[in-house]
């Protein structure tokens, strides 16, 4: 089995030590009470049901699976019975709107249950992420009726939500989606009636026997659309329709046609969704539908992100475990533990390296990821308009940021785990190779991590002249200047300016190229993306260290001082790595776009 | 399905415009007859062989497994029809012994037959491969009548080969095995038996139903054996006890006692091996057992680097192929083909950047692993001493870093792959997240990649006062000094030359840093290791443009100009990268074992 205990000392230092969560988010207006005292109280709650609840059922339920029988999925063994004890604790609801049940709570902690839950259980929290999102979405832009209808089910967990974009001949340009809706005409109630017919395909969540409805939010052409993404529209598609007394009533003409067999997240339902002539209501006005849909891939990408770190920390956590107990060999300096037939392997550096490689980049991606949440929740509830918009900007920037690279390295590290354990990692009891398998999707769905590239610097980039860079480069600027006379902090300060400069000169770079050849900035986007969150990472560190370094005595002092060894291993054996990244984006586009197509 | 079609120009330009194979290889006595005409013949059947026979099964075995069912393993439905084809064409002894009924070709033509074979079925290949190794063990260090009595069979296949090394406790220190082998007083035929008792795991091919009998080589200690490694025999134990006639007699008291679950090479059986007082009869001396398995598993290191090579290999071909395919929105220039719905994903920067990383890496490792084959084949018949022993050095040397290097960048080509099919990479039925489960393995067995790096440090580098690094950096000094007054090829030269000496700079500070702290060694090793991939990389790539620059016409333009695009693109957007591995060299140890153990 894997180990694992949610980190909640390093989440209370970066809540409270580091971004000042009592100044930043309980004194917003609506969270007067989540302060750091009941905050405290719902981590160690959250943490003790991820570990003794979801965990347990990770393994078990990637070796069951989903199961499809005629036109029913059933999850594995177990997951209803914890999906119900999952609602009725709340966690469903956790960040959702109160006047409609949810728990109301921040969602910075929302962010850090999402870290938890995907390391004891990606599988299972698929199925509250996907409600999760569509409850977004229709609080955002649901009619009243529609949120009245659909909202207190769905932020109870009784009801699921689904996004359904994808379709056999297109994924990342929906403008080719051929799922239509025909108007019904009016019904009594006064909401118009569509009638919704196609096939969606990789549907999470599509089909399953958690929640006693399910709620489609699906993109569909109406007859007068116009071509491509500017005729696409977003409907609601109950699989039971909804009857009087608010009850799930008639089935919806909408099926699932089958599930995929896939390499990981087995017990996550990903289906093939059938709407023949299904009965749906259009959110909002007709072609308004992706930017709607945004709304959801957002909050989408931001959890996927997520995912990466939540099963790099379980990964880290087991190797670390694994390598202070397997013994084999003996340190390059002489026996370690002579009374013992062998040393830990924890003794050797290449294990070492691989455990701090780990270790540096989930600490980092940790604090750079609630740095983030904490900008969601300004961004939502700041009394300051500009404020909010500011906040807005950073978490704009961030997304596909923390989308990609967190997924790239949660991956990498999934695998470093993997390798630690040698043989047996590769053996399925051991759950390291699960880990692996579950981290892969995340690379690839809500916009393949090439599409978040090029969203940062074909969107992100040049948005309103520049205005969403200026919310990272302002502040580490304004950082770097301020703490560049601090001999003390010399170590990290020094790297990090070195790393801004780098990314300035490469953000200039794309800025000029890309606007005479949008080629040269595509080329780039990738390994930009990367030097971006390096430096993000760099900042976030320098930030950590400067604050380890205040706290040398005391109880947490070996926590600090674990912190900075770790900051040092950042800093001195990972962030030069990002300087290939420098070399590839300014070698420009030349060398990819040479070779014809025909030679591929 | 995956698409593939075996690479025969490609390996026809590095066999026969690169790197000499006639002057090489058929010159050597003994191998005269396997000139260009014989080998492009058997170049072409077994491309035949592979795509028609081994490739379909593929997928098929992956999701049938091997089953364990009373003691016996059952492998996929039509593996033991292909295994009895694959034995009756030859393939199984195609570069041994012919006086045991091999075919007596070059090892060259082994490497190149392993790359289809693992491009096509990695599982499959298993078997005959591990019956090569012992094969090759047999005839070094095996007794005439051992050899007559084993040799022929498994030579043809009739018979399979193991070998047993890891035990529960201990994969990577065999000093600490527990196998006991008692002595059995001498037999009348007056070969020595010996009893052998103990339980091994990992055995791939450990027990199936393809072969008549199975034969395994098997590290035991003898009661009077030294501690550690220095206290292993090896042992030959038949599954069936050889009767007078030759043919397989009494079941010898060795059984599978489980097989593993696995995240691939599912249709390999990897078996849990007990042996009950077992019959054996010791090779060669008695304590001599680690030096003589070590000739199986350098032969095994190199065949496990190709793994990654062939498995990337068909990554790279299918992703190109799906990319050409595949319609979805539009080129950033326009669109490329206006008369369709969207245009090939080929036309995005990022999507190239991916394939051509492939394809750098795949050509790039091709040529080197060639270059290295026909070492093999000097090192073995070269009338010269003094020839044999340095291609026996480049060998050598060269062994941990092809094992590590391919398949790190194997695992990676597969995961490219899988990234460019997008969600459709992640489902099964596409076949590419097979080839990323079984890329997987081949990072783990037969020396886990950290200690090949160890191997290459701690062995290779300071081995007769670093004889066998001159082989490396004489040839190309030497190359780089002939060639660097040649303007046309300088865009190649100078990175070449850049990048050896940061090899040179960082072999020297290894060497100076190891001797007083061999920690510091074991800190360096991963990253040094990859340097020293991209530098020989680097060499033979410039090699292959210099090739190419001089055959701009004629017939294969199309395939030269290709050829030089790849090389740009390696030289002017990967090998930048490996800068970084040299920073993490230079920053020494300090950083990775500051950390307390207890902080992990």
Chains 1, 2 share one sequence.
């Not at 989930?362 to 500011?390: C, F, M, S, T, Y």
């Not at 993000?536 to 260290?545: G, N």
């Amino acid at each position: 089995m894997v180990t694992y205990a949610a980190p909640l000392d390093d989440i209370r230092f970066l809540l409270y030590d580091l971004l000042d969560y009592e100044g930043q988010v309980a004194a917003l207006p609506g969270y007067e009470e989540a302060n750091r005292e009941l905050v405290d109280a719902v981590l160690e709650e959250g943490a003790r049901f991820c570990q003794n609840e979801l965990l347990p059922l990770n393994r078990p339920g990637d070796e069951a699976g989903c199961r499809f029988e005629n036109g029913v999925v059933r999850t594995p063994d177990g997951f209803k019975a914890l999906y119900d004890s999952f609602c009725e604790a709340g966690w469903n609801g956790l960040s959702l709107n109160p006047d409609y049940g949810g728990q109301g709570l921040p969602k910075t902690l929302q962010f850090v249950m999402t870290e938890l839950i995907c390391s004891t259980n990606l599988s299972f929290g698929m199925y509250p992420g996907l409600t999760h999102g569509a409850c977004n979405a229709l609080e955002m832009h649901g009619s009243d009726d529609q949120k009245r209808t659909f909202l207190p089910n769905m932020i109870h967990g009784r009801w699921s939500g689904t996004m359904c974009l994808t379709e056999p001949h297109c994924g990342t340009d929906l403008g080719l989606i051929r799922t239509r809706a025909e108007p019904m005409g009016a019904a009594p109630d006064g909401e118009s009636k569509y009638s919704i017919t196609g096939t969606k395909i990789f549907i999470s969540a599509g089909e399953h026997d958690l929640s006693e409805n399910i709620v489609h939010l699906v993109l569909a052409k109406l007859p007068d659309a116009p071509e491509g993404t500017k005729g696409i529209s977003l409907f609601i598609v109950p699989k039971f329709l909804v009857k009087e007394d608010g009850s799930p009533g008639t089935r919806n003409g909408v099926a699932c046609g089958s599930i995929e067999h896939k390499m990981g997240i087995k017990a996550s339902s990903t289906c093939v969704m059938n709407f023949d002539a299904a009965e749906g209501y259009l959110v909002g006005q007709p072609h308004s539908g992706m930017a709607k849909m945004f709304t959801m891939m957002n909050v989408a990408r931001l959890d996927v992100g997520i995912q990466g770190l939540g099963l790099a920390e379980t990964a880290y956590q087991s190797a670390a475990a694994y390598a202070k107990e397997r013994l084999q060999g003996r340190s390059l300096a002489g026996p370690a533990y002579p009374e013992k037939a062998a040393d830990p392997i924890i003794v050797h550096p290449d294990v070492r390296r691989n455990l701090l490689t780990m270790r540096a980049l989930n600490e980092g991606a940790r604090a750079l990821a609630l740095w983030v949440a904490i900008a969601v929740d300004v961004a939502e509830k700041h009394p300051d308009a500009a404020k909010r918009q500011e906040a807005d900007d950073l978490v704009a920037l961030m997304t596909p940021i923390i989308k990609s690279f967190f997924t790239d390295y949660g991956f990498e590290a999934t695998n470093l785990g993997m390798q630690v354990y040698g043989g047996h990692g590769y053996i399925r009891e051991h759950g390291m190779e699960q880990l692996v398998r579950d981290a892969r999707i995340a690379q690839i769905y809500e916009g393949a991590n090439g599409i978040q590239a090029l969203d940062l610097v074909g969107r992100k980039l040049g948005q309103n002249m520049g205005r969403l860079l200026r919310r990272f480069f302002h502040p580490v600027q304004g950082y770097v200047e301020a703490k560049m006379t601090r001999p003390e902090l010399a170590e990290f300060v020094a790297p990090l300016a070195k790393s801004l400069s780098r990314l300035q000169q490469s953000t200039l770079w794309i800025a000029q190229q890309g606007l005479k050849d949008p080629e040269e900035a595509g080329a780039a986007a990738a390994d930009y993306l990367n030097l971006f969150a390096y430096t993000a990472l760099a900042y976030l560190w320098t930030r950590m260290a400067e604050a380890s370094l205040a706290q040398q005595d005391g109880d947490s002092a070996a926590f600090h001082e674990a912190k900075l060894a770790t900051a040092r291993f950042f800093f001195q054996r990972l962030l030069p790595k990002s300087s290939g990244h420098f070399s590839a984006i300014m070698a420009g586009k030349a060398p990819i776009m040479a070779m014809k197509e025909a030679a591929f």
